[in-house]
Structures are given as C-alpha cells and as structure tokens.
C-alpha cells in the first residue's frame, strides 16, 4: 500500500467515525430558521459556523452585504467566509453555500425546522437545499485537515445570504468585493442537491421581460369608444402559441440539462395583469365600467448556450411588432426585467476532473454531467468574479427541494463528504 493510500484511507475512516457529528451538525443548521424571504437568522448561522471553523484554524470574516436588496437594520444580510491556510503555498478550493431557505408551504408532516433524524434521513426545511451539502462540506474539510495537516494551499468555506431571491446580498456582493478573484481562488464547488454521482457544470441562460399593452380608457358600454389594451395582449398570446412556442420547441441543446423536458429552449408566462386590479377580499362591490387602458405581461425565458441574448430578444420582439402591425391603435413597450447568461463550465477543468476520479473512487462509477435548467450561484462567481473553475455537487435529490418534507440522506452526506475530501486531497494533497 503506497503512503497515498493511506492517507486517503485515514481521512475517509474519519469522515465514517464522524456519522453522527455529520447528523448533530446538519440538524443544527436545520434548527436555525433562515427564512428568505424576508432574510431570518443571517448572523446566527454564520455565528454558528464561524464557532465551528474557528476550532480548525480557519480565519473567519463576516460581510454584511449593506443596502443590498432586502438588506435592513431588521434583515440585515450577512455572509461568512473562512479561510484555512495550508502549510505551503497553492491553489485555493473553495465551498459555497448559501445558508437561506425558502417558505415552508403546508402539507409538512414534521416539523419544517426541527431536524428530525428517521430512517436514516434528516427532515426539515433546507435539509437538501442545502444545509445538508453545507455540513458534508464542513466534515470533509475538517477530516483532510485533521489527517493532512500540512496540505499546500488553502481551503475556503462561506455561508451566503439570499441565493434563493438572486443572491444579490450573498454571492455577488461577495464577488463585487473580490471574494471570487481567481487570483485568490482557483476552484469553487457548490453543494447544492445535485445528487451524489452528478457534476453540475451550469445552467441555461435567463430573459425576463415585461410586456405592456396600452389603449384607451372609455364606458364599458361602448366600447368601440375606447381601446382594449387586454384584447391586444391576447393578440400577443394568440400569435406565441402559433409561432412562438413551436419555434422554442425545436430549438434543441447539446447541453445536459435535466430533466429531459428543460433540453430546449422555455417560455413560461409568469404573470398577466390587465384592467382593474383585483379588489380586496372583503369587498363586496360589483366593478366598474370600463375600458382596461393597460395589459402588462411578464415573460421569463430559459435560454440554451446556442442561442444568443440578442435573438432571444428580438424574438418576443418581433412578434409583438408583427401583431402590432395588424391592428390599429396597438402601442406596446418591451421591458427587460433581468438577464443571466448561460454558463457551462469545460469538462477538462481541474476542478471537474478531480471531482469525477472522487466519485470513481467513492462510488464506483463515472459521474453524470449535467446541467441546471434554473440559475445559481455560479453565474455571479463566472460573471463577477470571472472565475471559470467552478461546478456544483453535493448530496440530495433536487426534486426535493422546495417541497414539504424536504430531508437529506445521511448515506448520501457521508458519500459526497468523500468525495469532496478526496477532491481537497486530489487539488492540495502535498
Ligand atoms: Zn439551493
């Protein structure tokens, strides 16, 4: 047996002698409240995992992202980032993940933040998305120091705030602030639940946009005095099912996005709204007459690496042009609310290719490649940061999350913490 070896067999007999350190710390973390929106308990988790890392001789920062989105005296957004330095100088991996959670919704059958351990699972809101990958990061971390403590480089490990609202008080202001300059770190692997044999390497492209229609207010019992903004929008709607989604149905990626369905080009119609607004609840009135002046629609377009931001746009745009042209009266205006190019991190990256020999190693097979049909953190850390080494993986099945009774296998944890340790050992192994 060659001294690699060993090493490798020590820190992964300790990441399994640490099973139930894994599960006390992810229940931990479950227990911890932070709900987003509005932005709940940012400073007490990084507090709590700042305590931890401290113990391992990480550095810790705390950063709060000021007058960010959403960020208040009341909800301030706070992040966390600890840095270990190995006893020679080199690379740098880095874990994120973002420490919010989404609402909990009803239909839960536990309770959404007591961590209940059953079965072999941990329940609660954030258990996979993604306060399990978290924990399985901490563990890994901690066991490669523990049995190779004098790795050449470093290890980071952040807490973010607010990457289920667009990770503008997390993620990007930590990029903005040079927290993601390749200059200080050279890999970043995100455990969102991707599931344990899966390298997410990016996602499809985003376009949101708003559309609004405009007419003229007049009585509702003439209305040919007035002008229906609502009948021009259902002239755009008509004319998207006939050209438009057909033509987004053929536009095939070879990206490996999954499911199967997010393999091509999507529309969703987020939102229409037209006429009066909806009353109250307890209003009991009848509206009144009249004539809707304005339709406003809002489109959220999922777009593949093939395609560009520019015909994307141009699309939706030359479609409505082309309905205007046909009626009389139409005027409309085309808003973009948002935009995220696609990303795709090169399979022949280091931090992928060290990541699939891991998943090798751990679980005896090669890993999926795949790609994500919705954005994450990663397109501020390619955008901002310009740091191109960067993937997704950790345990937990996607479908999971955002649902009630999200939990997180504890095997799972266990096997994706070897992974991510053999990673350290493969990226800074002396
Ligand atoms: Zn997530």
Redesign the pocket.
Known sequence: MGETETVEASFLDLIESRRDELIALTQDLIRIPTLNPPGEAYLEICEYLADRLKKRRFEIEMIRAHETPGDSDRYPRWNMVARREGRSPGPCVHFNS?TDVVETGHEWTVDPFGGELRDGKIYGRGAC??KGGLAASIIAAEAFIDATPDFAGAIEISGTAD?ETGGYGGVAYLAEKGYFDPQRVQHVIIP?PLNKDRICLGHRGVWWAEIETRGHIAHGSMPFLGDCAVRHMGAVLQEFETSLYPALAQKHTAMPVVPDGARQSTMNINSVHGGQAEPEPDFTGFPSACVPDSCRMVVDRRYIIEENPEEVRREVADIVERVSAKRNNFSYEIKELWHVSPTMTDRNTAVVQSVSKSIEKVLSKSPDYVVSPGT?DQKHIDRIGRLKDCIAYGPGILDL?HQPDEYIGVDDMIDSAKVMALTLEELLGA
């Open positions: 973002h998305d993604m990457e969102e994450y999350a």
